[in-house]
């Protein structure tokens, strides 16, 4: 089955400690982004990797870090997450940039930074 | 820069129908898509259109206007099911993908 899969889904942290919400894809996809959403503000985008090795900033990429060392993985890093870093995050994937590609998302994780 | 547009919410009645809007201010613009979202799940696609006019798939149709910058999805015979939040979003030819604020409809009985 065609899926995005993040771990974890749930996770209530403190401040400062680091963690990693993982991203991947069998789709063999080129493209794979991050996204946080929180009330009103809809989908802001962290980050974006239209390829391997090929990562870019998105609209809100202070306090995140990512990784694309493989196709099928991209992995959020929080060195040292803060309160305001609470929110729900979606990964998503896509084919490539081409047209009429549709974004695959994956369930959802939700992160709470005490 | 680029700017995307909805109303935050709406209200409409069961077997109604209703329009949700969405404008855009963006550079490099490839398309538009809709996607729904129920609380707490993932979005999910709805349509995408590139060339200006109506597609329609079922109960769902979306419009989109290039020289406008407006798009508008078209939700007929509503049902319960259909309260969630409709994201409209930007498909930038080269760069990436951006999401607007999202439209809360309520169906109401």
């Known amino acids: 089955e065609a899926q995005v899969t993040q771990n974890p889904r749930y996770l209530i942290t403190v401040t400062g400690k680091k963690l990693t919400v993982t991203c991947s894809q069998n789709?063999?996809?080129?493209?794979m982004s991050w996204y946080r959403q929180d009330p009103g503000l809809g989908l802001r985008q962290i980050y974006y990797?239209?390829?391997?090795?090929?990562?870019d900033k998105g609209d809100v990429p202070e306090g995140y870090k990512v990784s694309r060392k493989e196709k099928r993985n991209f992995p959020l890093i929080l060195e040292s997450p803060s309160p305001n870093q609470t929110s729900l995050y979606f990964c998503?994937?896509?084919?490539?940039?081409?047209?009429?590609?549709?974004?695959?998302f994956g369930e959802g994780s939700w992160l709470t930074v005490v | 820069g680029q700017n995307i547009d909805q109303p935050t919410e709406m209200t409409a009645t069961e077997g109604a129908i209703v329009q949700i809007n969405c404008t855009y201010q963006?550079?490099?613009?490839?398309?538009l898509f809709w996607y729904q979202q129920h609380a707490g799940e993932a979005p999910t696609f709805l349509s995408y259109?590139?060339?200006?006019g109506l597609e329609e798939k079922g109960r769902f149709s979306s419009f989109l206007s290039r020289s406008k910058g407006y798009s508008y999805l078209l939700l007929k015979e509503l049902q319960m099911k259909d309260s969630a939040s409709y994201l409209c979003?930007?498909?930038?030819?080269?760069?990436?993908?951006?999401f607007g604020p999202g439209t809360r409809l309520s169906v109401l009985p």
């Open positions: 998503a994937s896509s084919p490539d940039r081409g047209y009429g590609n549709t974004i695959y």
């Open positions: 789709m063999n996809h080129e493209y």
């Open positions: 990797s239209m390829n391997v090795e090929v990562t």
């Open positions: 963006t550079s490099g613009f490839n398309g």
């Open positions: 259109n590139v060339l200006d």
């Open positions: 979003a930007v498909d930038n030819y080269g760069q990436n993908f951006v």
